[in-house]
């Protein structure tokens, strides 16, 4: 099975990194850049057939490891 | 008009951080966990309503400064 997990900042938290990269695009010409959100987009196999667990374990996974739940959001998406 | 943006790791080029997850995952009890990949998402608004002049903007964007084409593919997506 295969898992994709997106993790983004929340709306309310600053995301410096989005700021340094809009920045960047506007000193290059593209003027027409607004706000940058800079996220992070994983990709997991996982030996499992049990999507329910797979679904849990992935939720456990997030809070735990893959994003800091304070000022990040997290979604998945599983296949197959 | 808003664009969401996924950079990843090219298939046959090392994931050091990818590996760093897995292997957190592992000692976390997570064994199912295969292979992980680990790319960035960026979210950007667009202030232009010229479908085919963003699309070729953020062609642009990606090959100079969002992705390092070299050990990274890049996809994109257009909204509104």
Known sequence: MKATVYVTIKQNVLDPQGSAVQGALHSMGFEE???????????????????AEAENNLKAMCEKLLANTVIEDYRFELEG
Do not use: N, Q, S
């Open 33 to 51: 850049v607004g706000k940058v959100r800079v996220g992070k987009y994983l990709e997991l196999e996982l030996d499992t057939t049990d999507r």
